[in-house]
């Protein structure tokens, strides 16, 4: 037995000094297993489990931080992640991705998509998913209450993208009217962002699968469920010979034998892992990626996710122009009527709640009558 066991481990150190060197092996493996994490991410996006993207994002990023994992395919798919990072926590105006604390989550997102334009086959394609960013970034503030970043969204879009003249004169308007619920804003949703940035996942999933860990998984779970079952085929059919037997027969064994029941199993039927739907065309990648560009799009403060709840920013405190437009506000519209003195005043971010408990503080204090 002793010289079978050292032939194995001679033929191991072969296998790993010989032509085939550990370190492209290691390569390769490493390879599959940032597929495998690409397409988690893209099914967790697809599912829209924000806790769930986020671990598998931290796992992401630690495996795409390997020195060994070079080539444009595995760099565009780190740009993708980043991108997709910005958009899950789009309406999270308080964190940061970007050393300008005035560049906001899809504002970040639409930076790195004007770099993926050579990954889009589909020119109507990227053109609509850049209109819903600008659209959703303006949005987004519109809803929280903060007027000036809506207007300071628009700004940074002009020195930073092109965009039709017609949507930025429409945002404009919607804008300096405050008309939150507008329904042009209506119509390119942020709903309908997700769908649209999906729709893009979809043709280049299909065109570059990067699920070969995911089918040699799969067909492991077949293989161990498919003899599961021929363990509960052997026992079915001892029981049921014995079922067969005559009543006296089994009065005879009924002190020798001991029936097995039959044990719970997952069931054999193999859920289908996670095919991209079929698009109209198919994906071309033609640009190359550099480092320098790569590093700035997904540097540590862009990806790593858990530095995210470090940079919400403090509290902001009431000031006697804020009391005063709250003031106006009731006399305007009525106590109780918060949502309506949102659309008139920009007070930078608060919700209704905290216009309640701010006008509570004010009456018990006699400030306000």
Same mark, same amino acid.
């Not at 998984?217 to 052997?234: C, F, K, R």
């Not at 550099?290 to 403060?301: A, D, G, I, V």
């Given at each position: ?119 889009? @086959?589909?020119?109507? &394609? ?9 659209? =959703?970034? $303006?949005? /987004?503030? *519109? ?6 970043? @809506?207007?300071?969204? &628009? ?9 039709? =003249?017609? $949507?930025? /004169?429409? *945002? ?28 893009y996942l979809d043709a280049y999933l299909e065109k570059n699968p990067s699920d070969y860990l ?146 509570r503080v004010l009456m018990k204090s006699h400030k306000v009558g």
């Open positions: 037995m002793e010289p079978e066991i050292n032939n194995k481990t001679a033929t191991v150190a072969s296998y790993i000094d010989g032509s085939v060197r550990f370190p492209h092996v290691t390569a390769v493996a490493t390879g599959w297993m940032l597929d495998f994490m690409f397409v988690s991410l893209c099914r967790r996006f697809k599912e829209g489990k924000f806790d769930e993207f986020n671990e598998a994002l931290l796992t992401f990023q630690a495996i795409s931080q390997t020195p060994s994992l070079k080539g444009d395919l595995h760099d565009e798919k780190k740009m993708i992640c980043a991108f997709l990072a910005r958009v899950m926590h789009g309406k999270q105006l308080d964190v940061l991705f970007e050393e300008d604390d005035h560049v906001m989550p899809l504002m970040s997102a639409a930076k790195i998509w004007s770099n993926l334009e050579q990954t889009v @086959a589909d020119e109507s &394609l990227f053109t609509t998913i850049t209109i819903l960013l600008l659209v =959703q970034s $303006v949005a /987004v503030c *519109l809803e929280k209450g903060k007027l000036s970043s @809506a207007s300071s969204v &628009l700004k940074w879009f002009e020195n930073n993208n092109e965009f039709p =003249q017609k $949507v930025r /004169v429409k *945002l404009s308007t919607i804008v300096t009217r405050r008309e939150t619920y507008h329904p042009f804003l209506m119509s390119f949703s942020f709903s309908r962002l997700l769908e649209t940035i999906q729709t995911l089918k040699a998984a799969e067909m492991m779970v077949q293989s161990q469920n498919i003899e599961g079952l021929g363990d509960v085929v052997t026992r079915d059919s001892s029981l049921s010979e014995e079922a067969n037997e005559s009543t006296e027969d089994r009065k005879k064994k009924k002190n020798t034998v001991c029936l097995r029941t039959k044990r719970k199993l997952l069931s054999t039927k193999i859920t289908d892992a996670w095919k991209p739907d079929t698009c109209k065309k198919a994906f071309v990648s033609l640009r190359r990626i550099s480092k320098n560009e790569l590093s700035q799009m997904t540097s540590r403060k862009s990806t790593d996710t858990s530095k995210i709840t470090k940079t919400r920013k403090p509290p902001q405190k009431w000031t006697p122009q804020l009391d005063k437009y709250l003031e106006d506000g009731v006399k305007h519209h009525g106590q109780g009527k918060w949502s309506h003195i949102l659309m008139d005043y920009d007070f930078e971010g608060r919700t209704g709640t905290m216009l309640k408990d701010r006008w």
